[in-house]
T-cell receptor, first 116, second 111 residues
Framework: DAGITQSPRYKITETGRQVTLMCHQTWSHSYMFWYRQDLGHGLRLIYYSAAADITDKGEVPDGYVVSRSKTENFPLTLESATRSQTSVYFC???????????????FGPGTRLTVT | SQQGEEDPQALSIQEGENATMNCSYKTSINNLQWYRQNSGRGLVHLILIRSNEREKHSGRLRVTLDTSKKSSSLLITASRAADTASYFCATDAANAGKSTFGDGTTLTVKP
């Protein structure tokens, strides 16, 4: 299927466990992003990637690890989950910036993570 | 802290009325985008306006940008119940691949 998918859609885990959220896009977009959205709030950028093997920190990177060995995949790992990481996580992708052009981000459906 | 701040935080109107929401930002931008989020779903892109544009239309949507005031507005005309959603502005700095999102305006359109 074309588009951007996330898995799992729902996850309950315990404090201290490692959790990996998966993101896959089929457009070969250069950019990929991970955001978290806490109840009633906007999006906060965790990490982003401009291309395979290039990643950079966003606004709230602590406690998270990312990798991007292939253009289409951008997994997000919570090394040792904490209750404060309970949130909805959105993955997004975007085409590379051309001279003077910018392109919209396409969002996945989200993963609702609960840390108990 | 967020670059963009939407105002109001919540807006409730009757079907058929117009809805206006505003976004203010702090630093220079290359362009500004508006997104919609239906409850429990991912964000969907609505419209992009570049820093050298002042107004843009897309169907019932009208976006304005005032770079001197560092602000933008989104107008939805003749609103429908299906417009009920949260609306977010996102700003892109020059040569930045990432966007910075505000906290959003929650719009409720009553039938």
């Amino acid at each position: 299927d074309a588009g951007i998918t996330q898995s799992p859609r729902y996850k309950i885990t315990e404090t201290g466990r490692q959790v990996t959220l998966m993101c896959h896009q089929t457009w070969s977009h250069s950019y990929m992003f991970w955001y978290r959205q806490d109840l009633g709030h906007g999006l906060r950028l965790i990490y982003y990637s401009a291309a395979a093997d290039i990643t950079d920190k966003g606004e709230v990177p602590d406690g998270y690890v990312v990798s991007r060995s292939k253009t289409e995949n951008f997994p997000l790992t919570l090394e040792s989950a904490t209750r404060s990481q309970t949130s909805v996580y959105f993955c997004a992708s975007r085409a590379s910036l051309g001279a003077g052009f910018a392109y919209e981000q396409y969002f996945g459906p989200g993963t609702r993570l609960t840390v108990t | 802290s967020q670059q963009g701040e939407e105002d109001p935080q919540a807006l409730s109107i009757q079907e058929g009325e117009n809805a206006t929401m505003n976004c203010s930002y702090k630093t220079s931008i290359n362009n500004l985008q508006w997104y919609r989020q239906n409850s429990g779903r991912g964000l969907v892109h609505l419209i992009l306006i570049r820093s050298n544009e002042r107004e843009k239309h897309s169907g019932r949507l009208r976006v304005t940008l005032d770079t001197s005031k560092k602000s933008s507005s989104l107008l939805i005309t003749a609103s429908r119940a299906a417009d009920t959603a949260s609306y977010f502005c996102a700003t892109d700095a020059a040569n930045a691949g990432k966007s910075t999102f505000g906290d959003g305006t929650t719009l409720t359109v009553k039938p």
